[in-house]
């Protein structure tokens, strides 16, 4: 990196999904430069390796190469733990397409009243009708073909063949049918509540389409215009008065180096956008002076409104006819969407994801689960920094679950997905059923490597050579003593269960929230930029001010595409950077 950079039109700080789609549009303007500056390494088509490639995603998020090795947060807000939860690692993309490289692939949308609700909290120009538009465009899904899909975009949607499903996840959806739950087809169709085929993000050859490979393919990577920078943070932004002129940056190994820039987009995700704000000087001004940093720009809301979408699960036994025996394919084989009792309760408010393998290993194998997700949360946590320095990972508490209804839920969850794996006609093929999470120990237990994969390969005949003993194995190993039975019977019991145990979906999200100029806690306007400052926006999920009943990679990329056309539309008014 030389000393002499020459300014760029667009500089985009992040290449996760939305910094790639960004990158893509905006450089479809051959006048206009771009450099996209990415912290992690290149991923191409041909460059993905094997875990990342594969449509089987149970091992990417577990490579710290993969991830931000020491990125940590405090998962829990319920007031009925055990004393201050630790901070668990959070596993966050740190390669170029972000989560799109280690995520589940899991192509989901959520309701377009989500998308209403953003404009109706204040975001201008955002609306169900202007999102569905951008979810047509930057798809091409390859079953349906209506007003709800795309057919042309750079990332690929199906789902998984009737054949290819796993029996056990056969006969869950048997069973939730039996019971009323209504069977459809397209869950990105109509929002209704019922049981679906799973959508995911995987190319006609089978293997994972992050958004580094869906949209910067080889002929984008050729334009002139386009420079893509791996292995570089990005340390703070600069200004002149209140306007953004830039960043700082640092290739490993080299001296920083500022880049000057007609406008600076922001694009490093729901955790690590408003840290780099926050160490700009952009953010609440008492937090910032107590750190050191001078306050350039006053904005309470920098940071706050963090979100995610609560998890608990229950998993059952799977004897050798219901294994799943492709283990190359996509676990996440089906889903129920439904409303939940609270009073009020959103449409499709709840989440179900069926998965006919749990982890990668032999004891994965061997468990069937059922993962259940508060769809639409209402707790909110906040990102804080711990430093100015930038080598030093910021404070994340999510609190989940500290508003009541979203415990209300997960409880009514829990219990649900225990009636159903417990249902005589599963009861007839399955094993014990029992609850789980992803803790730490399981963690650790769950990293590859060869002393763990000869535990979890020894453990896993035991089970299978158990008979009897097998439910005793289970609640002595694997539950640590924990019974469904006694949980289910003890509400209060259940309560501290689920506290302890919750986690989240990596769906971090909302702390650099849209709203209106008047809204004390509203960091960007709907076009994504910086209230009170010209020459900066903020393009991805951090900005997303209410959560959408969705997984949100779709939703960021698709929040992403219609940011590229503001964007583009300003610069043809001559408004680009203000």
């Given at each position: 990196?030389?000393?002499?950079?020459?300014?760029?039109?667009?500089?985009?700080?992040?290449?996760?999904?939305?910094?790639?789609?960004?990158?893509?549009?905006?450089?479809?303007?051959?006048?206009?430069?771009?450099?996209?500056?990415?912290?992690?390494?290149?991923?191409?088509?041909?460059?993905?390796?094997?875990?990342?490639?594969?449509?089987?995603?149970?091992?990417?998020?577990?490579?710290?190469?993969?991830?931000?090795?020491?990125?940590?947060?405090?998962?829990?807000?319920?007031?009925?733990?055990?004393?201050?939860?630790?901070?668990?690692?959070?596993?966050?993309?740190?390669?170029?397409?972000?989560?799109?490289?280690?995520?589940?692939?899991?192509?989901?949308?959520?309701?377009?009243?989500?998308?209403?609700?953003?404009?109706?909290?204040?975001?201008?120009?955002?609306?169900?009708?202007?999102?569905?538009?951008?979810?047509?465009?930057?798809?091409?899904?390859?079953?349906?073909?209506?007003?709800?899909?795309?057919?042309?975009?750079?990332?690929?949607?199906?789902?998984?063949?009737?054949?290819?499903?796993?029996?056990?996840?056969?006969?869950?959806?048997?069973?939730?049918?039996?019971?009323?739950?209504?069977?459809?087809?397209?869950?990105?169709?109509?929002?209704?509540?019922?049981?679906?085929?799973?959508?995911?993000?995987?190319?006609?050859?089978?293997?994972?389409?992050?958004?580094?490979?869906?949209?910067?393919?080889?002929?984008?990577?050729?334009?002139?215009?386009?420079?893509?920078?791996?292995?570089?943070?990005?340390?703070?932004?600069?200004?002149?008065?209140?306007?953004?002129?830039?960043?700082?940056?640092?290739?490993?190994?080299?001296?920083?180096?500022?880049?000057?820039?007609?406008?600076?987009?922001?694009?490093?995700?729901?955790?690590?956008?408003c840290a780099l704000l926050l160490r700009s000087g952009i953010g609440p001004a008492e937090e910032l002076q107590s750190l050191g940093i001078c306050s350039r720009h006053d904005l309470a809301g920098v940071g706050k409104n963090l979100m995610e979408h609560p998890l608990i699960a229950v998993s059952t036994y799977l004897p050798p006819a219901l294994r799943m025996q492709d283990l190359e394919e996509h676990h996440d084989q089906a889903l129920?969407?439904?409303?939940?009792?609270?009073?009020?309760?959103?449409?499709?408010?709840?989440?179900?994801?069926?998965?006919?393998?749990?982890?990668?290993?032999?004891?994965?194998?061997?468990?069937?689960?059922?993962?259940?997700?508060?769809?639409?949360?209402?707790?909110?946590?906040?990102?804080?920094?711990?430093?100015?320095?930038?080598?030093?990972?910021?404070?994340?508490?999510?609190?989940?679950?500290?508003?009541?209804?979203?415990?209300?839920?997960?409880?009514?969850?829990?219990?649900?997905?225990?009636?159903?794996?417990?249902?005589?006609?599963?009861?007839?093929?399955?094993?014990?059923?029992?609850?789980?999470?992803?803790?730490?120990?399981?963690?650790?237990?769950?990293?590859?490597?060869?002393?763990?994969?000869?535990?979890?390969?020894?453990?896993?005949?035991?089970?299978?050579?158990?008979?009897?003993?097998?439910?005793?194995?289970?609640?002595?190993?694997?539950?640590?003593?924990?019974?469904?039975?006694?949980?289910?019977?003890?509400?209060?019991?259940?309560?501290?269960?689920?506290?302890?145990?919750?986690?989240?979906?990596?769906?971090?999200?909302?702390?650099?929230?849209?709203?209106?100029?008047?809204?004390?806690?509203?960091?960007?306007?709907?076009?994504?930029?910086?209230?009170?400052?010209?020459?900066?926006?903020?393009?991805?999920?951090?900005?997303?001010?209410?959560?959408?009943?969705?997984?949100?990679?779709?939703?960021?990329?698709?929040?992403?595409?219609?940011?590229?056309?503001?964007i583009k539309a300003n610069a043809d008014a001559g408004l680009s950077g203000t």
């Open positions: 990196m030389t000393r002499n950079i020459q300014a760029v039109d667009y500089l985009i700080l992040g290449g996760g999904s939305a910094g790639c789609v960004l990158a893509a549009r905006l450089s479809e303007d051959p006048s206009k430069t771009v450099l996209l500056i990415e912290a992690g390494r290149d991923i191409t088509r041909d460059s993905m390796p094997k875990d990342i490639r594969a449509r089987y995603p149970g091992l990417a998020y577990l490579d710290r190469a993969n991830i931000w090795p020491t990125l940590e947060a405090r998962i829990s807000g319920a007031t009925n733990t055990k004393g201050k939860q630790a901070p668990r690692l959070y596993e966050q993309g740190r390669v170029l397409g972000g989560g799109s490289a280690i995520n589940a692939m899991v192509a989901n949308r959520g309701a377009l009243d989500d998308y209403d609700e953003w404009g109706r909290i204040g975001a201008e120009g955002w609306d169900g009708e202007t999102a569905l538009r951008y979810f047509r465009k930057l798809e091409r899904d390859v079953d349906f073909d209506n007003e709800y899909h795309g057919k042309d975009g750079p990332i690929p949607v199906r789902r998984l063949p009737a054949n290819k499903v796993s029996r056990f996840v056969q006969a869950v959806k048997r069973t939730l049918v039996a019971q009323g739950y209504p069977a459809r087809d397209d869950q990105n169709g109509l929002w209704e509540d019922g049981v679906f085929p799973a959508c995911i993000t995987v190319s006609d050859d089978g293997h994972r389409v992050p958004a580094s490979v869906g949209y910067l393919t080889d002929e984008v990577r050729a334009r002139s215009n386009l420079t893509i920078q791996t292995g570089t943070h990005a340390l703070k932004l600069t200004f002149d008065g209140k306007r953004v002129t830039g960043a700082v940056v640092a290739r490993d190994g080299e001296d920083p180096c500022p880049i000057p820039a007609g406008e600076t987009l922001v694009t490093m995700g729901g955790i690590h956008s129920l969407r439904y409303t939940s009792s609270i009073s009020d309760a959103e449409a499709g408010d709840m989440h179900c994801a069926i998965l006919g393998r749990t982890a990668w290993h032999g004891i994965g194998q061997r468990l069937g689960t059922i993962l259940v997700w508060v769809n639409k949360a209402f707790s909110r946590g906040e990102v804080r920094l711990r430093s100015a320095d930038p080598r030093v990972e910021p404070e994340v508490d999510f609190r989940l679950l500290s508003d009541p209804r979203d415990m209300e839920r997960l409880k009514e969850g829990f219990r649900l997905a225990a009636k159903i794996l417990s249902n005589p006609d599963l009861k007839q093929v399955c094993g014990p059923v029992f609850p789980t999470s992803y803790s730490e120990r399981v963690k650790r237990v769950s990293a590859p490597g060869p002393w763990n994969a000869f535990q979890l390969r020894l453990f896993s005949k035991m089970l299978d050579w158990a008979g009897p003993l097998r439910n005793l194995l289970i609640h002595t190993v694997v539950t640590m003593g924990i019974s469904l039975r006694k949980l289910l019977a003890d509400d209060r019991g259940l309560e501290e269960f689920i506290g302890n145990s919750v986690s989240g979906v990596w769906h971090a999200s909302g702390t650099c929230r849209m709203g209106a100029p008047d809204d004390p806690m509203a960091v960007t306007d709907g076009g994504g930029r910086v209230l009170g400052l010209d020459g900066l926006r903020v393009c991805d999920s951090s900005i997303m001010p209410s959560i959408p009943r969705a997984n949100t990679n779709l939703p960021t990329m698709m929040l992403a595409e219609r940011l590229a056309d503001v």
